[in-house]
């Protein structure tokens, strides 16, 4: 039985995630593959329908929804966010999987912004905006992540489902975090080099849902010192 699942969220990716599916299956990586798209998202699901992974259609819209749909979903003892884009190196899963069990973390975070590692998918907007979270995420939380909006997380699937993650869009990327942070789990990182994408378009919109990201993380971090 397998012990580690990929959480696939994905997104008009027919052309993309093919050639993730199929890198994967070229290295015979020891895992599930659990793929979460929308039901009206016919190109993808045809462009992945023969290949060996559980495809879960989602019950409502975002990249939140996904994910939280898929850690739902996973049976095995860990999961692995994973990106349909290839941007997120494969040859990354294993080793994240060594850390956590060797240091007995529950969570373990990629980073593109450690020693040797480096992200060819970032412009200028999306790193500037990237290390923007991850100093307030730093200052103000004490997160100490040096990557906050990066999610390619290893993690032990239990510990993923007691967050109880409730967002649906990509604030969901700073409720991981933040929960993680108030539930007292163990976490570390790992450095990562992020690759170009393999095709098709990205689908993060950097003012627009960098403003709902600003907007949740100032929301809950005066919810947490009210708490204090």
Known sequence: ?????????AKEEPNALPMV????SEKKLDLDIIIVIDE?????YDAIKNFRC???????????NAIIEGINA????????FYADGSTDPQYISLMKQKLEKEEHDFIF?????????????????????????????F???FNISDVLFTYIFAKTKSFKSLNLKCNDYCLCLEIPFKIKLNKFSYSSFPCIERKRFADKKKVKAFSDGMKILI???KNYLNFINKK
């Not at 039985?1 to 969220?9: G, R």
């Not at 559980?54 to 939140?64: L, P, T």
Request: aromatic residues 20%; glycine residues 6%.
């Open 40 to 44: 009206k998202d016919k190109e993808t």
């Open 74 to 81: 996973c049976e095995t003892e860990y999961s692995c966010i």
């Open 21 to 24: 599916l199929n890198e994967i």
């Open 54 to 64: 559980k495809v879960i259609f989602q019950s409502q819209k975002g990249y939140g």
């Open 1 to 9: 039985m397998h012990k580690v699942t990929l959480i696939i969220p």
């Open 140 to 142: 103000l939380m004490k």
């Open 110 to 138: 990629g980073s593109r912004y450690e020693k040797n590692a480096y992200s060819y998918d970032d412009n200028f907007i999306t790193k500037i905006g990237n290390f923007f979270f991850t100093f307030l995420g730093n």
């Open 216 to 218: 949740y993380f100032f």
